[in-house]
């Protein structure tokens, strides 16, 4: 079975995407490189994306007030891990 080469455009989208690679060093790679956990790489993931990357049916505030209250959620997620309040 032969698949298709994926398009430059949705390549790019999955690779490449914009609002990550605006930095010197991408998110991931630095999450990676430092070996973060799970919580604190997606703080830094959706906090260096806020006000970058506008999602379906939201306009670009709505957008990054969504991205930086995940940014919000994944603390508080942390502190409550640390006060033994964890959630199931």
């Known amino acids: 079975m032969s ?11 999955v690779v490449k995407p914009a ?3 605006r ?7 630095f999450i990676m490189r430092n070996k ?5 790489g997606n703080i830094v993931k959706y ?3 806020a006000g970058f990357k506008t999602y379906d049916g ?3 505030v709505e957008s990054e007030i ?22 199931l």
């Open 47 to 49: 906090g260096s994306r």
């Open 3 to 13: 698949r298709k080469p994926k398009t430059t455009k949705t390549s790019d989208i």
């Open 36 to 40: 973060m956990e799970f919580w604190r």
């Open 66 to 87: 969504a991205d930086l209250e995940k940014v919000r959620r994944y603390a508080e997620m942390r502190i409550n891990e640390l006060k033994g309040e964890v959630e």
């Open 19 to 21: 609002h990550y690679t």
């Open 58 to 60: 939201l306009d670009a």
């Open 23 to 29: 930095w010197a060093i991408e998110p991931i790679t």
